[in-house]
């Protein structure tokens, strides 16, 4: 994998640190973790011990750089004042767990706008992140992920990312990561060189393709234009080989970490069998 800066999400049961030795075993050279359980608001304090054994860890695997990914339970567009206020105190701790442990991405899904309007949750959004800055610093690069637009929730469209990007106010540390099933289920025909050429040209148009900065590389088990988030394994799904062999091949994109959300059991055969793919597709 020397060519490629791939990897996947890797649990952090049985300690934070115990990513790194998963992440060796499915031969990855970057990764990405959740900070704490993602399905619960409240989070045991970190550590020195933590701080330690994660640093030792990682130092011993090589793998690098560390992305982490929010809580599913952060939303930062909702209108209700209490889940709002409760979300945006959430999103700051992971913040500030992520400053502690020296990650340097912070990965968000802009959230649900509950049908009070894309342009309402927008600026409820960019508020939020202007808030969370502000307190827990600038260490930590937010990086806004695409949605496949399922109900209400904004980022399905490069449109409403460029609107949140427009308002916060240090756009340096705020960036990007573009998610292929997201893209695809989203209504951006990626399937072909054409298609991906096209949806890039569209994004560096809205956005600017520096403000990328990670990708999440899955297929889709879902049609284009479903707006539905089911991912698969790389080639066996609705978007195909050629998307993936059109990224991996994207010298624009060689330095940027790409990594799989795809299903695995717990020898992670799965996540190697994926890289293997990606791999195979470099020219």
């Known amino acids: ?25 499915a031969n ?7 900070l704490k359980n993602s399905n619960r608001w409240e989070a045991k304090p970190l550590t020195e011990q933590d701080r330690s054994l994660f640093r030792k860890a990682q130092k011993a695997a090589g793998i690098r750089p560390v992305l982490a990914h929010d809580s599913y339970l952060i939303n930062l567009a909702s209108p209700d004042p209490r889940h709002y206020r409760k979300s945006l105190d959430a999103f700051i701790e992971e913040m500030k767990r992520a400053d502690f442990l020296g990650i340097p991405y912070l990965v968000l899904h802009p959230g649900s706008h509950r049908g009070s309007g894309s342009k309402e949750g927008i600026q409820r959004v960019a508020r939020a992140l202007n808030r969370a800055r502000d307190i827990a610093g600038p260490a930590v690069t937010i990086l806004l992920e695409n949605t496949s637009g399922q109900g209400h929730c904004l980022g399905r469209r490069f449109e409403h990312l460029a609107d949140i990007l427009e308002r916060v106010c240090d756009r340096e540390r705020i960036g990007i990561c573009l ?15 054409k298609g991906y050429r096209s949806t890039m040209r569209e994004f560096g148009r809205l956005i600017g393709i520096k ?8 297929d889709s088990k879902k049609d284009l234009g ?58």
């Not at 080639?235 to 959300?261: M, Q, S, T, W």
């Open 226 to 283: 479903s707006r539905v988030d089911r991912h698969c394994h790389i080639g066996h799904g609705f978007i195909g080989l050629e998307a993936f062999r059109c990224l991996v091949n994207d010298r624009r994109f060689k330095n940027i970490p790409k990594i799989l959300e795809t299903p695995k059991g717990p020898d992670l055969q799965e996540d190697r069998m994926n890289l293997a793919t990606l791999k195979s597709l470099l020219k």
């Open 211 to 218: 403000t990328l900065k990670a990708f999440h590389v899955n």
């Open 28 to 34: 990855c050279r970057t990764i990405q973790i959740f």
């Open 1 to 25: 994998m020397e060519d490629l800066l791939a990897g996947a999400h890797m649990s952090i049961a049985g300690g934070i640190y115990r990513a790194f030795e998963r992440g060796a075993l």
């Open 179 to 193: 998610d292929t099933c997201h893209l695809f289920a989203a209504g951006y025909d990626i399937r072909t060189e």
